[in-house]
């Protein structure tokens, strides 16, 4: 993490403040929370131009009083390799980390596609981050590490259908952050 000055009195507590500071600037928490240009970053200097674009513009939408607690739809439609699930992943973790309680639901049309794909690249991007201690990392769900908050402080994978859309009836977090990340939606 590139920590503020602050972190040598309190690691902990100016890691979170400075974190905190990003929750309506994703493209800020990205480069702020993961190891670029390091390790299996090496090669890379942050996210990508098009990941970047997508970042700010959740950010203007946030950051705008008119816009913020209006539904913001972003598609995207590309071939394999771009980054797409480092962009999900990522996101997922800037959600959940700048927004107490925050509520993440991602999905793909199969199981398949959550287990094996999804899934384990947001869990890849969660370990990556400068805060990974904060979160208890599960095959299905990442929540929050306090048994006092972890119940409504989470990502959950849950595969949609168009026969079985149970899951996401009755979605609400008054107040606070909802993402719902459809992976694979053409399907």
């Known amino acids: 993490c590139n920590m503020s000055t602050a972190s040598q009195i309190n690691p902990a507590l100016a890691m979170a403040e400075d974190i905190a500071s990003y929750t309506h600037d994703p493209e800020g928490f990205m480069r702020y929370a993961f190891p670029w240009g390091e390790g299996e970053l090496a090669e890379s200097g942050g996210p ?106 989470r990502a959950d994978a849950i595969t949609w259908s168009e026969h079985n859309t149970e899951p996401f009836a009755g979605l609400h977090n008054l107040g606070k952050r909802i993402l719902l990340i459809f992976d694979e939606a053409s399907a």
Not at 58 to 86: D, F
Not at 89 to 104: I, Y
Request: hydrophobic fraction near 35%; aromatic fraction near 10%; include cysteine.
């Open 48 to 153: 990508r131009d098009w990941q970047a674009k997508i970042n700010q513009t959740i950010g203007e939408h946030l950051g705008n009083e008119q816009t913020r607690y209006q539904p913001l739809y972003i598609a995207v439609s590309s071939g394999h390799g771009i980054g797409k699930s480092a962009e999900i992943s990522m996101l997922t973790n800037w959600a959940q980390s700048t927004c107490e309680n925050a509520k993440v639901i991602i999905t793909a049309g199969t199981g398949t596609q959550l287990s094996t794909k999804t899934m384990p690249e947001v869990q890849k991007w969660f370990r990556r981050a400068c805060n990974t201690f904060w979160w208890d990392i599960n095959a299905t769900s990442i929540r929050y590490k306090s048994e006092k908050l972890q119940a409504n402080w």
